[in-house]
T-cell receptor, first 113, second 115 residues
Framework: GQNIDQPTEMTATEGAIVQINCTYQTSGFNGLFWYQQHAGEAPTFLSYNVLDGLEEKGRFSSFLSRSKGYSYLLLKELQMKDSASYLC??????????????FGAGTQVVVTP | DADVTQTPRNRITKTGKRIMLECSQTKGHDRMYWYRQDPGLGLRLIYYSFDVKDINKGEISDGYSVSRQAQAKFSLSLESAIPNQTALYFCATAPGQGIRADTQYFGPGTRLTVL
């Protein structure tokens, strides 16, 4: 089975940096996704990590450590529009999970002026 | 134009009514998924399909059924709606091939209220 944990809510100031952690336990891990979801809207794809290390994409970076079952999403130079829920999702290649993603409950990021 | 569309976007219905939610995609993806989202519970998988002849139950399929009419269309039905099926419903697609085989792309969602 899979267990994905991420904090429920984080608050940060405009212009600051926020790091959203995600830990997972899965038997056939083969990649981790991050999605952004504004209230009442669809989740949108942000990043995909399958190898250890940091992937940078503009103001957003995602890190993965497979040995520790750990990932983080780093949001730099926060803007008000970054206020959203951030979902961590795991790709697992075991038979029961193949072709599906297991989503965490999401971390609500609140950016204050 | 949106790649993944859902109709209706909002629906209010009464207990016991039959409801169909429709999803269409122009991405040419083989895989399609239906999720529901409730506050604090995240996304939960209802049904998924890897091609037109393939239908699989997700973790919460009871009370729901689906139909994959074509590669581009995947419908979710509630045969007899009940109030605890009030939720935000999302359709998603994934390529099924290549390095991003499992990257899912979501439709805009359907907000369903069952009174």
């Amino acid at each position: 089975g899979q267990n994905i944990d991420q904090p429920t809510e984080m608050t940060a100031t405009e212009g600051a940096i926020v790091q959203i952690n995600c830990t997972y336990q899965t038997s056939g891990f083969n990649g981790l996704f991050w999605y952004q979801q504004h209230a009442g809207e669809a989740p949108t794809f942000l990043s995909y990590n399958v190898l250890d290390g940091l992937e940078e994409k503009g103001r957003f970076s995602s890190f993965l450590s497979r040995s520790k079952g750990y990932s983080y999403l780093l949001l730099k130079e926060l803007q008000m529009k970054d206020s959203a829920s951030y979902l961590c999702a795991v790709r697992d290649l075991t038979t029961d999970s193949w072709g599906k993603l297991q989503f965490g409950a999401g971390t609500q990021v609140v950016v204050t002026p | 134009d949106a790649d993944v569309t859902q109709t209706p976007r909002n629906r209010i219905t009464k207990t016991g009514k039959r409801i169909m939610l429709e999803c269409s995609q122009t991405k040419g993806h083989d895989r399609m998924y239906w999720y529901r989202q409730d506050p604090g519970l995240g996304l939960r998988l209802i049904y998924y399909s890897f091609d037109v002849k393939d239908i699989n139950k997700g973790e919460i399929s009871d009370g729901y059924s689906v139909s994959r009419q074509a590669q581009a269309k995947f419908s979710l039905s509630l045969e007899s709606a009940i109030p605890n099926q009030t939720a935000l419903y999302f359709c998603a697609t994934a390529p099924g091939q290549g390095i991003r085989a499992d990257t899912q792309y979501f439709g805009p969602g359907t907000r369903l209220t069952v009174l």
